[in-house]
């Protein structure tokens, strides 16, 4: 009888079974966090701050849906407490608050610019309104019968009382006579 040869196919290593050395079991906490392709540098990094027992403490403690954004925070604070041991990562936050500030004051510029920008639009269409409007009172004052029934409200309005005119009480009304139609 001959022998069966069978290929195995290799085994993907999580980062952190890797960086062990040791087998990758299918139930690993890390496998879904730290990949085969950069898991090692990033375990190794999370490894050397935190220590890999409390990081699966702490992983077996949250939530498995919750358990990516604690790794990916993990590894950033790891990341900046190597690269600078002294402030960490508040010298990234620090950077960001920066560039925050100077965005806000960017976004001031660009909004003053774009109120101004509305103003002059709003400058433009009042005094090309105001050219349309000489140019058609010039039109219509040529001793036209138009221009004899213009009125000019803010005199007209300031010259006549309405609500004293419109009194009911102030008139005396006298009543209709109406006449029969004559028949001659």
Same mark, same amino acid.
């Given at each position: ?14 980062? #952190?079974?890797?960086?062990? /050395? /040791? ?20 375990? #190794? ?14 992983? *077996? ?5 919750? /358990? ?9 604070? #790891?990341?900046? /407490? ?53 140019? *058609? ?48």
């Amino acid at each position: 009888m001959g022998k069966l040869i069978t290929s195995q196919s290799p085994i993907a290593f999580c980062g #952190a079974c890797k960086f062990f /050395r /040791r087998k990758c079991v299918p139930g690993c906490i890390f496998a879904p966090h730290f990949g085969s392709d950069q898991g090692a540098t990033k375990f #190794a990094a999370v490894h050397k701050v935190f220590g890999a027992s409390n990081v699966y403490k702490l992983l *077996l403690n949250i939530p498995v849906d919750r /358990r990516h954004d604690a790794v990916v925070t993990m590894s950033c604070q #790891a990341q900046a /407490r190597l690269s600078d041991p002294l402030y960490e990562c508040v010298s990234t936050i620090h950077s960001l608050q920066q560039q925050v500030e100077s965005l806000q004051a960017e976004l001031a510029i660009v909004h003053a610019q774009l109120i101004n920008s509305r103003l002059a639009m709003a400058n433009a269409l009042q005094s090309s309104s105001s050219q349309q409007m000489a140019v *058609l009172q010039s039109t219509y004052s040529h001793n036209s019968a138009a221009s004899n029934n213009l009125i000019n409200i803010p005199t007209f309005t300031s010259n006549f009382d309405i609500a004293s005119e419109t009194d009911p009480s102030s008139h005396s009304l006298k009543p209709l006579q109406l006449s029969e139609p004559s028949l001659d």
